[in-house]
């Protein structure tokens, strides 16, 4: 979900931290790197926590089956001309909706102040998602005027926050995203496809698997209209040469669960199926409310919930949760059981904040008090998707088809 993160920081633009047993309990800092025509090669410090976060990241990725969740903070890189974050938190969609309840009247709109009285919101309370929850509870025992106020705001509040969190441009550029995709998503095919899972609305990893030459295999139909059918998720896509005597998986191909909807899925109200629609004014969301949990078991999020479930209990796994704040039980409470019962699962955590969020956020502080323990398949990073995606060991090759993608789209582009 795009506004699941409450307390995802953004880059400080301090170096890389990391966590882990080998680290006795400490955070440790990568050295600043060293100024042009500085000390020479050999008078180099060692950077002991460069050494570590490489470990980490290389044993990682390299493990036969790779899941990776994330929230918010990957979506935070997409920039506007103004260098401002595209993607909006919890607290830009507390304001947008504010701002739009704050101007003039419109005829059978309520007010803020009656929004608030009516859903009893605390005061100085603006979390976004306990104002919708308060909202959606006193749609449930309000009457009469009150009522149609409270759902009169819900659909103007669910409105505004579908316009936010569709703030990708067609033509937008995401390098962070195709490099993360290329280091992640192009593995052995003697190891199993990368599972990315996200809480975010948006298309920034569909779009940017479009212009790296990526198959997505997200549930949907290849055929048009795309019709979500999970059986698809077990699919895969193989060449076949004219002399071929097996097949021949492609490289660059990657599953995509979306736990909390998309902007471009849309509920056929005569079929019951769901399809993809771009621009539907429609589009199948978990809107931010405490009901997350409950709407999380219908479908189409019951099957990535479930899949999630099942990919954290299988041997020789590991999961990268990368700018996800550990808000969202349904999510946080499997990762922690899986931790607790597979011995066979590593976890790595990144998210810039997470050195003060480790003390205070309840799983988070669970997994810090583990590695404080010794657990060696469990570490943390403070760092940004900025940060990471350079850092991310590239252990597969460029594959012909990516230079030739990047040839032709350098030639269409100029």
Known sequence: MQANCADYEENTGENVKVKSYTTKRTWIEQLPAPAQGGAAV??????????EINRVLSDTIRAQKLIVL???????????????????????????????????????????????????????????????????????????????????????????????????????????????????????????????????YDRCFEHAAQRAGFVVMDGFTMAQPAIFEPMHFSYDVVRRGPNADAPDYIENLFQLYKIHGSIDWELNETTKQIVKKEKTEKPLLIYPRNTKYELAFAQPYLEMISSFQAALRAN?????????????????????AAIETNLSLKVVVISPGIEAQSATNPHLKKIAGLIDQGDARLAMLAASF????????????????????????AVRER
């Open 386 to 409: 900025e940060d990471l995606v350079p850092i991310i060991p590239d252990i597969a090759a460029q594959t012909d088809f990516e230079r030739h993608i990047e040839r032709v789209r």
């Open 316 to 336: 020789d796994t590991a999961l990268l949760v990368i700018g996800f704040g550990f808000n969202d039980n349904h999510l946080a409470e499997p990762i922690l």
């Open 70 to 200: 994330t929230g918010l903070g990957t979506s935070l890189c997409v920039k506007d001309a103004a260098a401002k974050a595209k993607a909006p938190t919890m607290s830009d969609l507390w304001n947008a909706v504010r701002d739009e309840y704050g101007g003039a009247g419109v005829a059978k709109r309520p007010t803020w102040a009656e929004v608030l009285e009516i859903a009893r919101q605390p005061e100085g309370n603006t979390n976004i998602e306990e104002l919708l929850s308060r909202c959606k509870t006193a749609e449930g025992f309000e009457q009469g005027e009150n009522q149609t106020k409270i759902q009169r705001f819900i659909a103007d509040a669910e409105c505004i926050i579908r316009t936010k969190v569709d703030f990708l441009d067609p033509s937008e550029t995401l390098p962070l995203h195709e490099g993360f995709l290329r280091k992640l998503g192009r593995r052995s095919t003697r190891r199993e496809r990368l599972k990315l899972f996200t809480t975010n």
């Open 42 to 51: 050999e008078d180099k410090q060692p950077d002991f926590a460069t050494e």
